[in-house]
């Protein structure tokens, strides 16, 4: 199996905090959707994109832009966010893995993480919000998070434990 040149992935949450000792603590992480009780366009408070790019040692030179679109965007066209990553100061600066020798057959990536955090935050629609990295030609699908509106009271199924009116 061929490794991928570019790969990575995105953690959507409500919040990113920056902890002691280096750590990240990711807040209300979304697995896959975000269900919004309201109306659209929709006000969060916060919003948190943890961007992890990874590109495969000594194959790129070209900048890489991150974009980020909402729901309704064509990746076509113009994205809600963009912004280079500063990926040619990683490029130059990384230090291998004392590891890194044990195996010289297995794939070497440089990873570069960025978060992000908008506040306040607009969602305009439902749909997907996307996220994508682009080095010179390639694109790399960072990440999808659909955006669908929450079923209503009156929609949602009865709880079966729920005590019953006397008929």
Known sequence: MTEPLLRGYTIFCDDIRNEAGGKTTFVG???AILLIHGDFPFLLA???FGIRYMEKRNTF???VIIRIFMPGESEDGE???QGLLPIREARDKVQMHPDAD???ASPRYLQ???NL???PFIIPQKGEMKVRAQCGSEIVKLGTLLIAKAPSEDGAQPNANASQPPS
């Open 29 to 31: 992480v979304y697995d």
């Open 46 to 48: 916060k919003f948190g």
């Open 102 to 104: 044990a195996d010289p």
């Open 112 to 114: 570069l993480a960025t």
């Open 61 to 63: 030179t070209d900048d």
């Open 79 to 81: 994205p809600s966010f």
């Open 117 to 119: 955090v908008f506040s």
